[in-house]
């Protein structure tokens, strides 16, 4: 084998090792989904894998592992979410309680 093509073998390697160290540092949560059918019911949305979570302030997003970062979420896009007729509403940041 040839020494470039021993080169392209470390390249999906060094790609994986890559990605699972950007999992390690965290990413900011930004969005929240509400849905108003399910009492005021509102949920944090992981930055990676894009999937609500079931509670805040978690260190890790129990379905992909990303490290979460959870500093701006006072200032996270709420997102309104209608189930049945996929309604959509989008606000700037967490409404006062």
């Not at 390690?24 to 894009?50: D, K, L, N, Q, T």
């Not at 978690?58 to 979410?81: E, H, K, P, T």
Request: net charge positive; charged share 25%; aromatic share 10%.
């Amino acid at each position: 084998m040839t020494r470039a093509g021993r080169s392209l073998g470390r390249g999906p390697r060094l790609l994986l090792l890559l990605e699972q160290l950007f999992y390690r540092f965290p990413m900011a949560v930004e969005e929240i989904h509400a849905f108003s059918r399910c009492r005021g019911g509102a949920y944090p949305v992981c930055p990676r894998c894009r999937e609500t979570m079931e509670r805040e302030y978690m260190s890790f997003c129990s379905r992909c592992g990303q490290r979460l970062d959870w500093r701006r979420y006072q200032q996270a896009n709420v997102i309104y979410v209608e189930p049945g007729d996929h309604t959509v509403h989008k606000e700037h940041s967490i409404p006062s309680r």
